[in-house]
T-cell receptor, first 113, second 113 residues
Framework: GNSVTQMEGPVTLSEEAFLTINCTYT??????LFWYVQYPGEGLQLLLK?????DKGSNKGFEATYRKETTSFHLEKGSVQVSDSAVYFC????????????FGSGTQLTVLP | DTAVSQTPKYLVTQMGNDKSIKCEQN?????MYWYKQDSKKFLKIMFS???????INETVPNRFSPKSPDKAHLNLHINSLELGDSAVYFC????????????FGQGTRLTVV
């Protein structure tokens, strides 16, 4: 079956530090890959996505590249802000549709001023 | 103008009670979902409805019964609540087909005492 593995949290960084949250997946074929973010007290919202190998998704300074050879979709940001503190979820969908999303376990990020 | 709204936001109840959580979306989406997020932030799909018809029913106790009076509403009724039902429950919606994004509500924190 499909599965997503994220690095264990929590992750604590100082403002302006570089962020990497690792994500690897198991799936047949070519799934679409997503990062969702959950800010405190809110529901999840889509941060970025990539639909085929070597695609790079980007939004709000965050980037992730779809690596088929390593089955990975690591999230990166060059300089984090306090407002980036949230829980980040990696997810995949075999068809690209939200109807078949499989989520990772989430990684809590705290950014200190 | 909330896209996906669920009520109540917090629910504290005793074991054995029956409770409902309501969800409404004003996005015109065809598909709605219920997810359960446990204390470790792990997110797992429970149900998915498309145009008022059940299309996904994961391994969930039959004490949980979703009801969709129309495609804009998907309510979750839980009978004979147990301590292990304590979690945050998220409603979400998406378009039925194609590469789509899931939109989540703010969640309902259910505490069974």
């Amino acid at each position: 079956g499909n599965s997503v593995t994220q690095m264990e949290g929590p992750v604590t960084l100082s403002e302006e530090a570089f962020l990497t949250i690792n994500c690897t997946y198991t799936a047949t074929g070519y799934p679409s890959l997503f990062w969702y973010v959950q800010y405190p007290g809110e529901g999840l919202q889509l941060l970025l996505k990539a639909t085929k190998a070597d695609d790079k998704g980007s939004n709000k300074g965050f980037e992730a590249t779809y690596r088929k050879e390593t089955t990975s979709f690591h999230l990166e940001k060059g300089s984090v802000q306090v407002s980036d503190s949230a829980v980040y979820f990696c997810a995949l969908s075999p068809s690209g549709s939200a109807r078949q999303l499989t989520f990772g376990s989430g990684t809590q990020l705290t950014v200190l001023p | 103008d909330t896209a996906v709204s669920q009520t109540p936001k917090y629910l504290v109840t005793q074991m054995g009670n029956d409770k409902s959580i309501k969800c409404e979306q004003n996005l015109g989406h065809d598909t709605m979902y219920w997810y359960k997020q446990d204390s470790k932030k792990f997110l797992k799909i429970m149900f998915s409805y498309n145009n008022k018809e059940l299309i996904i029913n994961e391994t969930v106790p039959n004490r949980f019964s979703p009801k969709s009076p129309d495609k804009a509403h998907l309510n979750l009724h839980i009978n004979s609540l147990e301590l292990g039902d304590s979690a945050v429950y998220f409603c979400a919606s998406s378009q039925a087909s194609g590469e789509t994004e899931a939109f989540f509500g703010q969640g309902t924190r259910l505490t069974v005492v």
